[in-house]
């Protein structure tokens, strides 16, 4: 008998005691509906609470059950959960991995969905929220602005309000692992990696139970993570308004310079000492603002060395 093709499921999990048996038994409920072996892999991240416990007890459940099979991996602390689901990722043994949050803010029953696309052809699988759940305005609309502005300035395009919540190829988890960098989203490393992606739409919904652990503080954090390890722009824009200043202000300062002094203000400009000095100081903070925007393109090749992402990615090498 062949055995079945395994998926990967990699959830990482940070407290989440109260959730982990409703997420069990939606995913086993799930499973029976498809012909594949699933693999859970539950990444501990430093849980404080019994979210340990509760795992394990899931042993005697899956006892007997072909169908799925667990692995619990324990992280020694709290790492955050990019690392603890890279670590998910990399110990990840299907034929497709995915990557699903143990709140149930994803909906378990559109597992399915992701699995037709895969099975169409698509090598990573997103989930898309649909923007008009519930949630805090201020979170939305941060969003919302996030995405703009790393659409204008990253290099990979991204659709607005993808989520963690995707489906990789084992194409894409072997090209993932090539990541050594520290600072990392996940999100950001899978959609640099290209592949043929599929989408699929769904409603989020409220977190099972407990709190998120993402405070809007820690959110604000990822964003800023996110604009400066995929982008210089922040520094390039001091470089252009720099430049803008020192170009505009150096010629303001040495036609005042030559029209009141050389000249004896022939136009009666009247232009004062102030006025010059105050153009002499925007000209110099000009001067230092574009340094900075130079400093920027050197940053920019040393970030890139230092990240040491693969050259290349390749999706196919095959004779023909
Ligand atoms: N999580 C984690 N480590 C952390 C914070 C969160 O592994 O430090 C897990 C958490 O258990 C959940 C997922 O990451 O499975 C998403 O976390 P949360 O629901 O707090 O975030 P949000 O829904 O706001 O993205
Ligand atoms: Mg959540």
Do not use: C
């Given at each position: 008998?062949?055995?079945?093709?395994?998926?990967?499921?990699?959830?990482?999990?940070?407290?989440?005691?109260?959730?982990?048996?409703?997420?069990?038994?939606?995913?086993?409920?799930?499973?029976?509906?498809?012909?594949?072996?699933?693999?859970?892999?539950?990444?501990?991240?430093?849980?404080?609470?019994?979210?340990?416990?509760?795992?394990?007890?899931?042993?005697?459940?899956?006892?007997?059950?072909?169908?799925?099979?667990?692995?619990?991996?324990?992280?020694?602390?709290?790492?955050?959960?990019?690392?603890?689901?890279?670590?998910?990722?990399?110990?990840?043994?299907?034929?497709?991995?995915?990557?699903?949050?143990?709140?149930?803010?994803?909906?378990?029953?559109?597992?399915?969905?992701?699995?037709?696309?895969?099975?169409?052809?698509?090598?990573?699988?997103?989930?898309?929220?649909?923007?008009?759940?519930?949630?805090n305005p201020i979170k939305k609309l941060g969003s919302e602005v996030f995405y703009k502005i790393m659409n204008r300035i990253s290099e990979t395009k991204i659709v607005p309000h993808s989520t963690d919540f995707r489906l990789?190829?084992?194409?894409?988890?072997?090209?993932?692992?090539?990541?050594?960098?520290?600072?990392?989203?996940?999100?950001?490393?899978?959609?640099?990696?290209?592949?043929?992606?599929?989408?699929?739409?769904?409603?989020?919904?409220?977190?099972?139970?407990?709190?998120?652990?993402?405070?809007?503080?820690?959110?604000?954090?990822?964003?800023?993570?996110?604009?400066?390890?995929?982008?210089?722009?922040?520094?390039?824009?001091?470089?252009?308004?720099?430049?803008?200043?020192?170009?505009?202000?150096?010629?303001?300062?040495?036609?005042?310079?030559?029209?009141?002094?050389?000249?004896?203000?022939?136009?009666?400009?009247?232009?004062?000492?102030?006025?010059?000095?105050?153009?002499?100081?925007?000209?110099?903070?000009?001067?230092?603002?574009?340094?900075?925007?130079?400093?920027?393109?050197?940053?920019?090749?040393?970030?890139?060395?230092?990240?040491?992402?693969?050259?290349?990615?390749?999706?196919?090498?095959?004779?023909?």
């Amino acid at each position: 008998m062949i055995s079945k093709p395994v998926i990967s499921v990699v959830t990482p999990v940070y407290n989440e005691a109260e959730n982990v048996l409703l997420f069990f038994h939606e995913l086993a409920k799930m499973a029976r509906t498809v012909s594949y072996r699933f693999e859970l892999i539950f990444v501990d991240d430093g849980s404080s609470d019994n979210s340990v416990a509760v795992i394990e007890s899931l042993a005697d459940e899956v006892k007997d059950n072909k169908n799925i099979g667990i692995q619990l991996i324990q992280l020694s602390r709290n790492f955050g959960k990019e690392i603890a689901t890279t670590a998910g990722i990399e110990a990840s043994r299907g034929d497709a991995v995915i990557i699903l949050d143990a709140d149930l803010q994803h909906p378990i029953d559109t597992i399915p969905t992701f699995i037709e696309e895969w099975e169409k052809g698509y090598e990573v699988v997103i989930g898309v929220r649909n923007t008009d759940g519930h949630g805090n305005p201020i979170k939305k609309l941060g969003s919302e602005v996030f995405y703009k502005i790393m659409n204008r300035i990253s290099e990979t395009k991204i659709v607005p309000h993808s989520t963690d919540f995707r489906l990789l190829d084992r194409k894409v988890v072997v090209a993932f692992r090539k990541f050594t960098e520290r600072q990392r989203i996940t999100r950001g490393l899978i959609d640099w990696l290209g592949f043929k992606r599929g989408y699929v739409r769904f409603e989020t919904r409220e977190r099972a139970h407990g709190q998120p652990s993402y405070s809007t503080k820690k959110l604000v954090k990822l964003a800023l993570n996110s604009v400066t390890t995929h982008s210089l722009f922040p520094l390039r824009l001091a470089g252009y308004v720099g430049t803008i200043f020192m170009v505009f202000f150096g010629l303001a300062g040495l036609f005042t310079y030559i029209e009141v002094y050389l000249m004896a203000d022939p136009w009666g400009l009247k232009i004062t000492g102030t006025a010059l000095l105050g153009m002499l100081v925007l000209f110099a903070i000009g001067i230092v603002l574009s340094s900075l925007g130079l400093i920027a393109l050197y940053i920019a090749n040393i970030h890139g060395e230092v990240a040491n992402r693969p050259l290349y990615v390749v999706s196919k090498d095959e004779e023909i």
